[in-house]
């Protein structure tokens, strides 16, 4: 995998003056787009489009100082329609214009290139089974909400608070299937999983029971999800979990990601500061 990953990161570099897809980027890695990024992201802590923007302006920006081409010539190059465009993306990387860049000779920002190395970890266990589910509903509240990859998530604190204790024991009574009790489920994640892009956020349960008038549901296919457990300090402990599973659990075992929504049982200590988590992951098998 590691081999794989770094062909790619080689297929971006020699390809940073042409248009890099990203289902080229994941035959190389012999694996889906979908997963691609979402195990780049994990990895790199960036999103694979941000990796590629950076880098094609780390290497715009060296031609601006070399001065042996146009401003228009290089944002052409680099994939920019116009050079109002390239400027803008320019100033929002480097904290100035390119045409300023050149005449002042600024100090310029800098995406080194990545490259992926084997660290020896592994040395605590990751509790995990896999679960075959037909399919189910998420049923409960829902609300729009940003990613937050760190720290308590105000926008979901606040869903939460806003639900009555009759209603959330109204959600608990329709919960006949695993997960069960109270879960919080993520949907519609943008690709990337960039800090600040949206999401769907339910908190309900998982069920197969009729949806009540004043709930919204979510429709889940049957599919096979890898189930992880794991205990500590809250929140951190389970946004530490994420990104384990993916810097960790999957390089090491035969199933990939796939589309579909993340499900996360919580139950809390009594001051809240310590957290018991089940986490779902949607997988598939891939060959070994």
């Not at 694979?48 to 601006?64: D, K, P, Q, W």
């Not at 993306?89 to 860049?101: C, D, I, K, L």
């Not at 896999?130 to 105000?154: C, Q, S, T, W």
């Not at 998982?206 to 929140?235: I, K, R, Y």
């Amino acid at each position: 995998m590691l081999e794989r990953l770094n062909q790619a990161m080689e297929h971006i570099e020699c390809h940073l003056d042409q248009r890099i897809e990203g289902a080229d980027l994941a035959r190389i890695v012999v694996t889906s787009e979908y997963h691609l990024r979402r195990l780049f992201s994990a990895l790199a802590g960036v999103p694979l489009s941000e990796y590629i923007r950076r880098r094609r302006l780390t290497v715009a920006g060296a031609e601006v100082l070399a001065g042996d081409r146009t401003l228009l010539e290089i944002a052409v190059r680099y994939g920019y329609t116009s050079g109002e465009a390239f400027a803008r993306a320019f100033r929002v990387m480097h904290g100035v214009g390119p045409g300023e860049a050149r005449r002042s000779g600024a100090s310029l920002q800098s995406q080194p290139r990545l490259s992926f190395r084997l660290t020896v970890e592994g040395s605590s266990s990751m509790r995990y089974r896999i679960v075959e589910k037909d399919e189910f509903r998420v049923v409960g509240r829902k609300a729009r909400v940003p990613l937050v990859h760190e720290g308590m998530n105000p926008a979901i604190a606040d869903v939460i608070r806003g639900i009555g204790q009759e209603t959330l024991q109204r959600m608990r009574s329709l919960s006949d299937q695993e997960p069960q009790g109270i879960v919080g489920v993520s949907a519609d994640l943008d690709p990337s999983r960039a800090e600040g892009t949206e999401l769907d956020y339910y908190h309900g349960v998982v069920t197969s029971a009729a949806v009540p008038e004043d709930m919204d549901a979510l429709t889940v296919p049957a599919g096979t999800w890898a189930v992880f457990e794991n205990s500590g300090p809250f929140p951190q402990a389970l946004q530490y979990l994420w990104r384990d599973v993916f810097t960790q659990w999957f390089p090491s075992n035969p199933y990939r990601s796939r589309p579909g929504p993340e499900i996360l049982r919580t139950r809390l200590s009594q001051d809240a500061t310590q957290a018991d988590a089940e986490l779902w992951i949607p997988v598939e098998r891939t060959a070994i």
